[in-house]
């Protein structure tokens, strides 16, 4: 399974983005879908996931209300919408993918076996 992530930029602060994750290989269904971003001169963190099982999305504190995570298994394609953006929005972006995993661990990024390249979103003052 391969995942190819796209749709960074530039932006200006309370502009709006949309990332796309297009995965490759069969059983799409089955994956719980997370978004994790790499601040400058940061870890990577958790941003998003959205369980295989269909529950309720699960979002960081930092950007509930502003960003939305979906998954569109028929297109084999997971998304996030961002809005309101910050500078501290600025960051590179992951998208990353694993197989029957459930709400206790999607947080987590060493329970994700399929991760995207990045894409780098930026978020002028």
């Known amino acids: 399974v391969q995942l190819q992530a796209s749709g960074g930029g530039l932006v200006q602060a309370g502009g709006s983005l949309r990332l796309s994750c297009a995965a490759s290989?069969?059983?799409?269904?089955?994956?719980?879908m997370a978004w994790f971003r790499q601040p400058p001169g940061k870890e990577r963190e958790f941003v998003a996931a959205?369980?295989?099982?269909?529950?309720?999305?699960s979002y960081a504190d930092s950007v509930k209300g502003r960003f939305t995570i979906s998954k569109d298994t028929a297109k084999n394609m997971a998304y996030l919408e961002m809005s309101s953006l910050k500078p501290e929005d600025t960051a590179v972006y992951y998208c990353?993918?694993?197989?029957?995993?459930?709400?206790?661990?999607?947080?987590?990024?060493?329970?994700?076996?399929?991760w995207g390249q990045g894409t780098q979103v930026t978020v002028s003052s």
């Open positions: 959205v369980v295989w099982t269909g529950d309720t999305p």
């Open positions: 990353a993918g694993a197989t029957f995993l459930n709400q206790d661990y999607y947080t987590t990024e060493r329970y994700y076996n399929f």
């Open positions: 290989g069969r059983g799409f269904s089955a994956y719980t």
